[in-house]
C-alpha cells in the first residue's frame, strides 16, 4: 500500500492550507489514517487522526484549529488547517493502517510535505 501526500507550502500566520494523503494498492479496507509532524529540532507528533468510523483524535495544539476530513470510497484523508502559527511549521507525514485484499494487515507512511509558516 502507498500513500502520496501533497499540499505542503509557504503560508502567512494566520492562513489556511489543506493537505492531501491519497492510499493505492491492494487495499480492503483502511481503519485508522492520520497526520504526523516533525518540527525543526523536534520529535515527531501526531497531529491528528480519524478511524473508519469517524472517531477523531487531535493533538491539543491544532484542536479548533484543524480538521482531518476523510474520504473512504477514494482512500483519501485531508488535513485542513487553519489560523496557522509559526509554530505549526514542519514536515507533515500521512499514516494508514489497514487490511489488505490478501486480509493482512498493513501500515504504511507517506512521503512528507513541508509546510512553513512565515511571514
Known amino acids: 500500500v502507498q500513500l502520496q501526500a501533497s499540499g505542503g507550502g509557504l503560508v502567512q500566520p494566520g492562513g489556511s492550507l489543506r493537505l492531501s494523503c491519497a492510499a493505492s494498492?491492494?487495499?480492503?479496507?483502511?481503519?485508522?489514517t492520520g497526520w504526523y509532524r516533525q518540527g525543526p529540532g523536534k520529535q515527531r507528533e501526531l497531529v491528528a487522526s480519524?478511524?473508519?468510523?469517524?472517531?477523531?483524535d487531535y493533538a491539543d495544539s491544532v484542536k479548533g484549529r484543524f480538521t482531518i476530513p476523510r474520504n473512504n470510497a477514494k482512500n483519501t484523508v485531508y488535513l485542513q488547517m487553519n489560523s496557522l502559527k509559526p509554530e505549526d511549521t514542519a514536515v507533515y507525514y500521512c499514516?494508514?493502517?489497514?487490511?489488505?485484499?490478501?486480509?493482512?494487515?498493513?501500515?504504511?507512511w507517506g512521503q512528507g510535505t513541508l509546510v512553513t509558516v512565515s511571514s
Open positions: 499514516y494508514a493502517a489497514g487490511i489488505t485484499t490478501a486480509l493482512k494487515g498493513f501500515a504504511s
Open positions: 494498492g491492494s487495499i480492503f479496507s483502511v481503519q485508522t
Open positions: 480519524i478511524t473508519s468510523g469517524g472517531g477523531t
